[in-house]
T-cell receptor, first 111, second 111 residues
């Protein structure tokens, strides 16, 4: 079974802090994704990566950056956290035409 | 028109009933299709892939109609544990960015 592990289930940070969300997958998948999910808005793609050191913007990249130094790890960075970034963050990975597998999610609150 | 549209919820049906959802997609070049289930405050989990010839997994049947550009999910003999939000996912091709999630259909099974 594919295992996608997100570093924290719950996280509380303050406005202006730099926040790191980590995601690790154990199936050597090429593609990794970061989404946020908010009530009424569904899943929205922030960034994705199709290879080490490769990244592409999704639909809502503003205020975020990502890092993929190793194939198994994809990090999401909130450069200067703001209250409107309070959300559920979901990491996913996939290979080729296969379906995505999601991590447990991180509920991030920015105070 | 949205790229992927799902039946508006919520569906509230009695235990044991049969319920079906549809999901329409706008891009005729779509190549792969999936149904996910998402429980409250949890991550989406793959329920089943959808194949051209239709496929069944226990009480769940998924079908694809390329001519009319929709996929469907049928749940027979519904259980209380089937209560969840069901997301359809359409993959438009090899690019990792061309994965479109529906907004989800909420299903509630009552005793």
């Amino acid at each position: 079974d594919v295992k996608v592990t997100q570093s924290s289930r719950y996280l509380v940070k303050r406005t202006g802090e730099k926040v790191f969300l980590e995601c690790v997958q154990d199936m050597d998948h090429e593609n990794m994704f970061w989404y946020r999910q908010d009530p009424g808005l569904g899943l929205r793609l922030i960034y994705f990566s199709y290879d080490v050191k490769m990244k592409e913007k999704g639909d809502i990249p503003e205020g975020y950056s990502v890092s993929r130094e190793k194939k198994e790890r994809f990090s999401l960075i909130l450069e200067s956290a703001s209250t409107n970034q309070t959300s559920m963050y979901l990491c996913a990975s996939k290979q080729g035409g296969q379906p995505q597998h999601f991590g447990d999610g991180t509920r991030l609150s920015i105070l | 028109r949205k790229e992927v549209e799902q039946d508006p919820g919520p569906f509230n049906v009695p235990e044991g009933a049969t319920v079906a959802f549809n999901c329409t997609y706008s891009n005729s070049a779509s190549q792969s299709f999936f149904w996910y289930r998402q429980d409250c405050r949890k991550e989406p989990k793959l329920l089943m892939s959808v194949y051209s010839s239709g496929n069944e997994d226990g009480r769940f049947t998924a079908q694809l109609n390329r001519a009319s550009q929709y996929i469907s999910l049928l749940i027979r003999d519904s259980k209380l544990s089937d209560s969840a939000t069901y997301l359809c996912v359409v993959n438009w091709g090899s690019s990792a960015s061309k994965i479109i999630f529906g907004s989800g259909t909420r299903l509630s099974i009552r005793p």
